[in-house]
């Protein structure tokens, strides 16, 4: 159950120096090679657009739907902070009907 003293500082050995070398491996971006500055840039703009447009899109559908009394969300957690990132996306969509949709 409890693991020994040995492997746990072996562990904690090896984390230490992934950490270091993620961080030094993000803080020399500019000595990367041009092929992996330019991916890293396209990867980050594409993701930028693709989250932007949802959140675009998901504006529409519902304001289209507003005016016939339905609330219907695509990604009803999509702005919502969490721990965990997938759950922005769960569930897909939720959908009501509004209490004011036959006022007049």
Do not use: C
Not at 28 to 45: A, I, N, Q
């Amino acid at each position: 159950m409890f693991e020994s003293q040995e492997s746990a500082g072996w562990k904690q050995i090896l984390t230490l120096f992934a950490v270091v070398f993620l961080a030094f491996f993000f803080l020399l971006f500019k000595v990367w090679p041009e092929w992996l500055r330019v991916g890293v840039y396209y990867v980050s703009w594409y993701l930028l657009v693709a989250l932007i447009g949802t959140a675009i899109v998901r504006a529409i559908v519902w304001f289209v739907f507003f005016h016939f009394g339905l609330d219907i969300w695509i990604f009803p957690n999509y702005f919502i902070d969490s721990d965990n990132i997938l759950d922005s996306f769960r569930p897909m969509q939720e959908m009501g009907i509004r209490e004011d949709w036959r006022d007049p």
